[in-house]
């Protein structure tokens, strides 16, 4: 614009610019208050170039005065939260087994922090509440195959189930169809006998017939009255809980084919403490036995 | 027809510029914030407030005094709670979640306490409106009490409304220079002072005095240290009047609040006009009492003119009452051309009529029952206030654990939160479930004392077992049922539903 236009009316100078052939703007300077904003602002991001992470460079980026970094942030905090827990692992190492769940102080903390490692170790096969599923035994009942005491729950943590660790609990119920110890209608009758034990029998004869199998096979590791041995990990047959399932084809089958589920040895994956932590954890949630 | 003359036009103009009276100067002020001006879009225009003398101005003086007073002394007064609490009298404890008022004590749970007061503060401002317009506003907003004081200190650095004006408008001299600095020096010391009242509310005092002394206070402290520092320099020494004239939203409410009954004040034009200066000797028949000395207009902090009326930036603070009492006295008039006073009598008052006051009217009353409901609930809410509150959390996974005797047993976490502050020891059973058995880990199988430490909330994981032969009894896939929390000092029975779950048909054996 070679002239300087001054608007009639307001005795402003005009940006020059028509629009729609009378349109015209007044060449209004900047609100102060805005201007003096955005002054400040440009002093506050050179500020916080200098402070902060700010710009790449060819090999990387300027790191600030401070050397701030959101990582360097998350690693502080991990830090931090870890030295507030390790008074309380400290305390549950030097707490007996038995005597965690009687500690006030310490409980919130075993439940709370149980309930973490459990969800990440556990859930996969136990479920989020530890309520299983067929072949995985539900945490929260009374029945316990390799025994309740926070001691035992402690030593399968530790050293697993049929697991490959030499301290692992190794018996497992023998194939007796697939190995030929008995025939299919020997089986028969002795599902039918195993039915009888907790009521549910739906072939007296066949059961009846099964019982002298039973007593000759089965009696070894489940005793002579079907109650199992938590030494050997052998369940009791007689009440309402059934690992693998509680029907005649159920039964059938794990006689038939064996059974032989593997928990993992954690030994290595957890440190002894947590391992005592979700000992205690687990036994809570049942109260144990 | 006689037209009535307006003063002005009967004293020449050349002596109307000088005095408005004899011995009276005729103030050269502008209203900067008038409603003529208010339309012309100009940049601001400083306003300069002259001191002020008389009764409002010494009411002010004591309301600010003490408003002051409790705001900076108010978080210094001890409390004993007993040793797991603090001692601070007011203290709004959010890292332990807990508002305390002397003797009262509010949890994070109980917030709505605090809601009935704002509720009840909100409903106070409408009824004194309603009576005598924004006393709030004119008397005791923080935004009028430091904007007073900032202009205190003003004051005693750089003199009073001429002087101000004359040091503004030289030249950068060394004078205007350190009386300048030392203004916004003292500004920043109110400022920061003011800061640090305000986070004294929210953690133990002495303590934080002592840190902000060592340097080491939580950074939170320094953030609003700093920020109340800032908001106090700038809304209270420099924004001020623009302050309750564009940001704030109760002057456009006002007027809603206010009616013809309210006392407001008020210019009493039909004695003031017409207006002018007045000659010694001169007569004031025929003519208004006021001289146009614009005295009013000279201590007004919002920079209006009062005989305009009524007006959105009127905050009502009064000064212009104490300003042309003066005048009136001088000039040997009656008192009160600028009073409290209503539309209803201002409209009579110029048919030489009276118009009574009205205080009890629909709006007030109205108000006031609105505020008598408000703090009834409130009352009744705190003396049935709970000092133990309990919770039930159900197991979400598993809903039911099949027993292997046939029996169910359902899992939950029972929360017992123990606000008093003594240790507390309880009993839990459960009633509404037949034959059902209680057991709560870690504490002993017979009749288990649960002990709650004082000002503490206990978890529990407690399993409720039905044996086999009371599994008829169950309503379906899910049973209502109470636990039942004892305290075993007075026998008192707390009572929370629950609920118990089994499956949905009688368990198959699978």
């Avoid at chain 1, 401070?66 to 870890?82: P, T």
């Avoid at chain 1, 549910?200 to 199998?213: S, V």
């Avoid at chain 2, 009298?89 to 007061?117: H, K, M, S, V």
């Avoid at chain 2, 101000?164 to 030289?170: K, P």
Wanted: hydrophobic letters at 40%.
């Amino acid at each position: 614009m070679s002239q300087k236009e001054v608007d009639q009316v307001t005795g402003v100078e005009t940006t020059g610019h028509v629009w729609d052939g009378d349109l015209k703007e007044l060449n209004k300077p900047l609100p102060r208050w805005w201007l003096y904003t955005f002054y400040a602002c440009i002093v506050w991001a050179i500020g916080y170039w200098a402070v902060y992470p700010a710009w790449p460079t060819l090999t990387g980026y300027t790191k600030g005065y401070f050397g701030y970094s959101q990582r360097g942030e998350v690693a502080k905090e991990v830090a931090a939260a870890k030295a507030d827990q390790a008074k309380y692992f400290d305390q549950i190492a030097a707490t007996p087994l038995d005597d965690i769940e009687k500690n006030q102080e310490l409980m919130p903390f075993v439940m709370a922090g149980g309930a973490a490692v459990f969800g990440d170790n556990c859930s996969p096969c136990h479920g989020k509440g530890a309520q299983g599923g067929p072949g995985y035994p539900n945490l929260n009942d009374d029945d316990w195959l390799w025994g309740g005491t926070p001691e035992a729950i402690q030593q399968t943590i530790t050293h697993g189930i049929r697991s490959g660790d030499p301290e692992a609990r190794e018996m497992q119920m023998p194939r007796f169809g697939l190995d030929g110890i008995l025939k299919p209608n020997q089986i028969k009758d002795a599902a039918q006998y195993v039915l009888s034990l907790s009521g549910h029998a739906t072939d007296e004869a066949a059961a009846k017939r099964g019982a002298t199998i039973f007593a000759d096979n089965c009696t070894p590791c489940h005793g002579e009255d079907g109650k199992g041995n938590q030494e050997l990990g052998a369940p009791n047959l007689t009440d309402n809980i059934w690992l693998y399932g509680g029907k005649e084809a159920d039964i059938v089958k794990t006689i038939q084919t064996g059974r032989g589920g593997v928990m993992p040895y954690w030994t290595g994956r957890l440190d002894p403490v947590t391992i005592k932590m979700l000992a205690a954890y687990v036994h809570a949630l049942s109260g144990g036995k | 027809m006689t037209m009535i003359k307006r003063a002005a036009d009967i004293v020449p103009e050349t002596a109307a510029a000088a005095e408005a009276a004899p011995g009276i100067e005729r103030i050269d002020v502008t209203a900067v914030a008038s409603k003529q001006r208010r339309e012309s879009y100009e940049a601001r225009q400083k306003v300069y407030p002259k001191l002020a003398h008389g009764t409002f101005r010494k009411v002010k003086w004591g309301v600010m005094v003490i408003t002051l007073g409790v705001y900076y002394l108010l978080p210094w007064i001890r409390w004993d709670r007993g040793p797991s609490l603090p001692d601070q009298a007011f203290l709004l404890d959010f890292a332990n979640q807990r508002l305390f008022f002397g003797p009262i004590e509010i949890w994070a749970q109980e917030l709505y306490y605090i809601t009935g007061l704002l509720i009840l503060s909100a409903l106070g401002l409408f009824l004194v409106t309603a009576v005598a317009g924004r006393m709030w506003c004119g008397y005791t907003c923080p935004q009028t009490v430091w904007t007073d004081l900032m202009i205190v200190v003003e004051r005693f650095w750089q003199g009073d409304r001429n002087a101000r004006i004359r040091l503004d408008a030289s030249p950068w001299t060394f004078e205007k220079i350190w009386k300048k600095t030392a203004t916004h020096i003292s500004w920043l010391a109110v400022a920061v002072a003011t800061g640090g009242a305000f986070v004294f509310y929210f953690r133990d005092a002495p303590t934080l005095a002592g840190e902000f002394l060592n340097g080491d206070a939580p950074a939170i402290a320094y953030v609003f240290l700093g920020i109340f520092t800032a908001t106090t320099y700038l809304l209270g020494g420099i924004a001020r009047e623009q302050v309750c004239i564009y940001m704030c939203p109760w002057p456009r409410i006002q007027s809603a609040m206010f009616d013809k009954d309210s006392l407001l004040i008020s210019y009493r034009g039909y004695r003031g006009e017409p207006r002018g200066p007045h000659k010694k000797g001169q007569t004031w028949e025929g003519r208004g009492d006021c001289i146009d000395c614009k005295a009013c207009v000279a201590v007004c902090p919002m920079g209006i003119d009062i005989r305009d009326g009524v007006q959105l930036e009127c905050i009502q603070c009064a000064l212009c009452i104490d300003a042309c009492n003066g005048i009136m006295d001088r000039v040997e008039r009656p008192r009160g051309l600028i009073a409290y006073d209503t539309f209803q009598n201002l409209d009579a008052a110029s048919h030489h009529d009276r118009a009574p006051l009205r205080l009890i009217r629909p709006r007030t009353i109205l108000y006031s029952t609105v505020m008598a409901i408000v703090a009834a609930i409130m009352l009744w809410a705190w003396f049935n206030r709970t000092v133990l509150e309990i919770n039930v959390l159900h197991d979400r996974q598993p809903l039911y654990v099949q027993l292997s005797h046939g029996g169910l047993r359902n899992g939950y976490t029972v929360k017992i939160l123990n606000k008093l502050h003594q240790k507390r020891t309880f009993q839990l059973s459960t009633t509404g479930l037949e034959g059902a058995k209680l057991a709560i880990i870690g504490l002993e199988a017979k009749n288990p004392k649960i002990d709650v430490v004082t000002d503490n909330l206990r978890a529990l994981k407690v399993l409720v077992t039905v044996p086999k032969k009371e599994l008829d009894d169950l309503k379906g896939s899910s049973t209502p049922f109470q636990f039942v929390i004892t305290d075993l000092a007075d026998g008192s029975r707390t009572y929370h539903d629950a609920t118990f779950m089994a499956p949905n048909n009688e368990p198959n054996h699978d």
